[in-house]
C-alpha cells in the first residue's frame, strides 16, 4: 500500500467522504471479484459489495493499521458473505414463495434453448469450482481479470505487483486451470 493510499484511510477515517470514495474506486474489484467467485453470481455479489462498503464507511474509524485496508475489506467481505448465506437460509425455510416469484423463473419463449442455458450454468459452475481450488494468487488474479473485468494495471496495483510478475502469474495461473478443467473432463 502507498502512502497516499494510507493518506487516503487515515482521511477518511477523519470523515472525509472524498477519500472514501477514492478507496472505494481503488478496491472494489478485489472485494468484488472475491465476492462473485466465492457466490458464483454476479448481481449478488454487487448487492454484496455495496454492503461491505457501507460496513466499511460506518467503521473506517476502528481500522488501526491503514496499511492493512484490503485484508480488511476482504474480512468484512467474508463476514458479509456469511451474513447473507444464513439469512438466505432463513428465508428459503421461513418464507413459501409468491406466486411473482414463480412466475419471475417461468421459461422465457425468447430466450435461448433451456438444455442450452442449463448446460452453461453448469459449465460456469464446473470453471468457478476449479479456480476457487487454486492456489489464493492465481485465484484472486484471475477473479479480477475474468470476474471483475479489471484491466492489467488495475490488477497490478490492487495486488501490488509489477506488470511482468502480474502477466506471470495469470499466464500460469490460466495454464493451471487449464490443466485442472481437462483432468475433469477425463
Known amino acids: ?39 458464483g453470481d454476479r448481481h449478488r455479489a454487487e448487492d454484496l459489495t455495496q454492503e461491505v462498503y457501507l460496513i466499511a464507511w460506518r467503521s473506517i474509524r476502528e481500522l488501526a493499521k491503514p496499511e492493512a485496508l484490503r485484508a480488511w475489506l476482504l474480512a468484512i467481505a467474508a463476514s458479509v458473505l456469511a ?14 414463495r409468491l406466486a411473482a416469484e414463480y412466475l419471475d423463473t ?7 434453448d433451456p438444455a442450452q442455458s442449463a448446460q452453461k450454468a453448469d459449465d460456469r459452475e464446473r470453471v468457478l469450482d476449479a479456480l476457487r481450488g487454486l492456489p489464493e494468487s ?49
Open 106 to 112: 417461468a421459461a422465457d419463449p425468447s430466450a435461448a
Open 83 to 96: 451474513d447473507d448465506v444464513r439469512r438466505m437460509g432463513r428465508k428459503k425455510r421461513s418464507y413459501p
Open 138 to 186: 492465481y485465484r484472486q488474479a484471475l477473479s479480477l481479470r475474468y470476474l471483475a473485468g479489471a484491466d492489467y494495471e488495475t490488477i497490478a496495483r490492487q495486488l501490488a505487483l509489477s506488470n511482468g510478475s502480474l502477466r506471470g502469474l495469470l499466464h500460469r495461473g490460466l495454464d493451471l486451470l487449464r490443466k485442472r478443467m481437462t483432468e475433469e473432463i477425463e
Open 1 to 39: 500500500m502507498t502512502q497516499a493510499d494510507q493518506t487516503l484511510v487515515i482521511r477518511s477515517q477523519s470523515g472525509d467522504r472524498a477519500a472514501f470514495e477514492q478507496i472505494v474506486g481503488q478496491t472494489a474489484r478485489l472485494v468484488y471479484s472475491k465476492l462473485a467467485l466465492d457466490t
